[in-house]
């Protein structure tokens, strides 16, 4: 994407981790799931697929471990990508 001209903030959650209200703006309306990353060993353990969290709940889950959130959130304007999907972001840019 920087290759294209977009200008990018990074941030390693790790270190620099989301706080509620970032979360909430990033989620907004749209569905918790869509939020999730089917790959973290929580949402697996929880069997989230199968009975998904609410969005408060997932919210706290989210908060305490960060990588239960899908990587990377691209935002422009209004518009998110979620997760690497190329065929999206090339059209975001």
Known sequence: ??????????????????????????????PITDFLNSRNSLYRGK???QKPPSKEEAIKLILKEQNLLKRPVIIKGKKKVLGFDEAELRELL
């Open 47 to 49: 069997s989230m697929k």
């Open 1 to 30: 994407m920087q290759a294209k001209g977009a200008r990018l903030e990074e941030r390693e959650y790790g270190k620099n981790p989301l706080s509620e209200n970032e979360l909430r703006e990033i989620i907004g309306d749209g």
